[in-house]
């Protein structure tokens, strides 16, 4: 297993797998050293170690360049011209923001004395480099994976089969929704100068579908990998399209990310035991940070302020919690008209605040929604390559009408009674692929940038 994650990683650059044996020899030694130490103190300053390494390992390679350009930025606003010599050329490994995070939560793990450290080497750093959730997660927990890996597993028929659907689940969410609806995203935020706010507000509604269908993909094709090895990962995505307020499109959107957050930073900061106001300022910290985390860009940072002021009314109102263990139309088919307009506002936030999550820089963001709210003509969108709209439209539709069947259980893609519907819901995914599938489109998934 070891190898074969060191071979898929070594297949994009070979000189990056250094990265992650070094990340993992820290956190094992660091992980025994806080294990071995009854003072506080020093149990602290270990923990100190694998934060600064992997902070500083993420921070120089993702990080370094904007904070000089900033510096630099920032001295220009009063009329100091100075050169960004000290930019470099980094490549920016893939994946490093998803197993450096998942290295720490070791360490924290055991620093809280929620898990034992492991004496086995080999399967600790087969834990890191898992390669099916390696590049863009699930980011896993220790308690989790690393205990399945280091216990003996057998070939389970079932479990493989449900690994297989979710495969082909993921892959039709990202070939035929996120692939297909890219040349359309990418012509209109290139170009939005150029369109009213008719096409600008599908564009950015495009890019919702899209961004949820390759990342969304990605973590089903993963799942679904790791139950071929007899490994069950985290669910990352729990029908977010479908939530009801901000806070529980956060319960259900990134799920492994959303709670590394709330565990490892918003809990130790005083999480909502505090008052109110240390508890927004909680809350501000851990969506500032979030943005933070997905790049090396203020269009981030906006991002993540936009959702913590979005966030923070719900809150407020104590309306957090409510729907945690619940989905929309919970005792019926239908949702109510009241759970219909709580959903429709919640996307409309969430797909407003993706302007900023999409666009190249914080000017063309504000010029976007600028042009939203003064260009309030109306013209028929065209495909740039000149395929149909309406074929999208109906895709769309009834890709949110299959999803809301099966809201109940994320993994589950196919649970049909009959064997027949079953085969020939197989048989319409796989014709679809087959027919949505363009050799010139981009198929890099958007969250290896990240």
Do not use: C
């Not at 071929?228 to 799920?255: C, D, T």
């Amino acid at each position: 297993m070891l190898f074969a994650s060191y071979l898929f990683y070594g297949w994009w650059d070979w000189r990056f797998l250094s990265l992650i044996l070094l990340s993992t020899i820290v956190d094992y030694f660091v992980g025994l050293k806080i294990h071995n130490n009854e003072k506080k103190s020093i149990r602290k300053a270990w923990l100190w170690v694998t934060v600064i390494f992997n902070v500083g390992l993420l921070g120089f390679f993702k990080y370094f360049n904007f904070f000089v350009d900033s510096w630099v930025d920032m001295f220009a606003m009063f009329g100091y011209n100075m050169q960004s010599t000290w930019t470099l050329r980094v490549i920016l490994p893939i994946g490093i923001s998803f197993y450096t995070f998942q290295t720490m939560s070791y360490s924290f793990d055991i620093y809280y004395e929620k898990l034992k450290p492991t004496r086995d080497f080999l399967s600790f750093a087969a834990f890191v480099s898992f390669f099916p959730q390696l590049v863009a997660g699930p980011i896993e927990r220790a308690s989790n994976l690393l205990s399945q890996i280091t216990h003996k597993r057998t070939f389970s028929y079932h479990q493989s089969v449900s690994g297989l659907k979710l495969i082909l689940w993921g892959l039709f969410k990202k070939v035929v929704i996120a692939d297909s609806l890219g040349p359309m995203v990418d012509d209109i935020f290139a170009n939005y100068h150029d369109y009213p706010a008719s096409t600008l507000i599908l564009g950015v509604t495009l890019f919702s579908f899209q961004v949820y269908g390759d990342f969304s993909g990605y973590s089903d094709i993963a799942i679904g990998t790791a139950k071929l090895f007899g490994i069950e990962l985290m669910s990352n995505f729990k029908f977010p399209n479908f939530s009801r307020n901000v806070a529980e499109y956060w319960q259900r959107w990134h799920v492994s990310l959303s709670t590394w957050f709330r565990h490892y930073v918003y809990i130790p900061l005083g999480g909502s035991r505090v008052s109110k106001l240390k508890s927004v300022r909680n809350i501000i910290i851990i969506f500032l940070v979030s943005g933070f985390w997905h790049g090396a860009n203020w269009t981030f940072i906006f991002w993540g302020a936009f959702h913590a002021l979005a966030f923070i009314p719900v809150f407020l109102l104590g309306r957090n919690t409510i729907y945690k263990n619940s989905v929309v139309g919970e005792n019926s088919f239908f949702p109510s008209l009241k759970e219909i307009g709580q959903v429709i506002l919640t996307f409309g936030i969430v797909t407003f605040s993706r302007i900023f999550f999409r666009s190249e820089s914080i000017t063309d963001a504000f010029a976007f929604i600028r042009r939203i709210f003064s260009d309030f003509s109306y013209e028929a969108y065209h495909h740039p390559m000149g395929y149909r709209m309406i074929d999208y439209y109906i895709l769309i539709a009834v890709f949110l009408v299959y999803e809301y069947r099966m809201r109940k259980d994320e993994r589950s893609p196919f649970k049909f009674k009959s064997k027949v519907v079953r085969f020939v819901a197989y048989a319409i995914v796989i014709l679809l692929m087959m027919l949505f599938y363009d050799d010139g489109v981009d198929r890099s998934f958007i969250y290896f940038q990240f």
